[in-house]
């Protein structure tokens, strides 16, 4: 049986270097990783996927779990022979999307009181899990901590993630302290399921689990937590919450604030963390080593294209572009006679087959389908390939 393995390589002022080992093979970090939410990287198919050169993919259990669901997606022989995806997997616990989407709802005489505690959309949170409405048909389901490694086992991801309750930054520091307190009793739950079950997918292979550390703004509530989680062992460390990569300022402090009560010798993983460029040179030099977003994806299909190259300034990497957020917005009339590709020199395969910023323009304006998929690929790659150079800048350190 393949097992899951971090080994540290190298740490530098600048980040950390290492590498993990999974039953799809080895990922090299820091890493970005693209969002599958569905079984797929949206517009993209899984020989795209693997012309951007990413290493490892997410896909996301709340989703499948409403669609395909668990018996089709178990008939399919698990997510990565339904999408034909050979290389590592990561998924999430479903923990975010039970909060975020849905009807606006509170907690009924029976679950926790919510005297300071945030208006989560259609989320009864129960001491045993969470009541919520699928945002497809209106119909309820309950997640528990069992549930959603169970979920994540028929899934068969390589690397599945402890049922967590997220919490907002507008959370009172009262409210915060009683999530937290559920989210380690969730987590630890989570471990003994994950024991119970021999640490493998119901399609007999290892599956890495990480817990989440919550704790919203509150620095000693994220210190408290990231101990907690530590001392449960689990394979890898990630840090969640609304904070996480919305607020890189606060994210780069709470990372601070954590790195001498964070195991060295495991993976280190920034969830939601991927917007722009410049926030994964921020995230890798507050010690970050793994990093998602759907960002890459969603810009691209708004008409908003990364453009720019990681340099040296000041002594420091930063993400140089001539444009405003390092992004091209392609929709704009400057760009409808404009000969050059998207991002000269760029190696994705849109820019590498010739495809100027005029016909992208083109595709956009006439919301062709082939715009989605050629800008998708575009910024995808980009972003992996930054990781890629932030791994060789420390490397060379």
Not at 160 to 174: G, R, Y
Request: with cysteine; charged share 20%; proline share 4%.
């Amino acid at each position: 049986m393949s097992k899951f393995s971090f080994t540290l390589e190298k740490e530098t002022k600048f980040g950390r270097v290492g590498n993990f080992v999974t039953p799809h093979g080895r990922v090299e970090t820091p890493i970005f990783m693209p969002v599958g939410t569905l079984a797929t990287v949206k517009a993209l198919d899984t020989k795209d996927i693997e012309q951007t050169q990413a290493q490892i993919i997410l896909a996301n259990t709340y989703h499948l779990y409403l669609r395909p669901g668990m018996e089709r997606l178990q008939q399919q022989g698990g997510v990565h022979e339904f999408m034909r995806w050979t290389k590592p997997m990561l998924t999430d616990s479903g923990g975010f999307q039970v909060f975020s989407l849905g009807q606006q709802q509170r907690r009924n005489k029976n679950s926790v009181p919510a005297h300071g505690g945030p208006s989560f959309k259609e989320a009864k949170i129960f001491e045993h899990g969470v009541e919520f409405t699928s945002h497809l048909d209106g119909s309820t389901h309950l997640f528990t901590p069992e549930k959603a490694i169970e979920l994540q086992r028929q899934i068969g991801a390589d690397i599945i993630m402890a049922f967590d309750e997220c919490t907002p930054d507008t959370a009172s520091p009262e409210y915060t302290k009683e999530a937290l307190d559920r989210t380690h009793r969730w987590a630890a739950q989570c471990r003994q399921y994950w024991e119970q079950q021999q640490r493998l997918s119901v399609y007999g292979k290892y599956q890495a689990l990480f817990g989440i550390v919550q704790g919203a703004q509150h620095l000693e509530l994220r210190r408290e937590s990231a101990k907690v989680i530590a001392g449960l062992d689990f394979d890898g460390v990630a840090v969640g919450g609304e904070t996480i990569g919305y607020n890189m300022e606060m994210t780069v402090s709470l990372m601070g604030q954590l790195q001498d009560v964070l195991p060295t010798e495991k993976p280190r993983y920034a969830m939601g963390l991927g917007n722009d460029p410049q926030n994964l040179i921020d995230a890798v030099m507050a010690g970050f080593d793994m990093f998602d977003c759907v960002a890459p994806t969603r810009l691209a299909r708004n008409g908003a294209i990364y453009s720019g190259k990681l340099e040296m300034v000041d002594g420091q990497p930063e993400f140089v572009s001539e444009f405003p957020k390092a992004r091209i917005n392609i929709g704009n009339s400057v760009f409808a006679k404009d000969s050059q590709t998207l991002l000269p020199g760029c190696d994705c395969s849109t820019c590498r087959f010739g495809y100027t910023r005029a016909y992208l323009h083109h595709l956009y304006k006439c919301q062709e389908l082939t715009y989605y998929r050629l800008a998708s690929i575009h910024n995808v790659r980009l972003m992996v390939r930054l990781t890629e150079q932030l791994r060789q800048l420390l490397i060379e350190q």
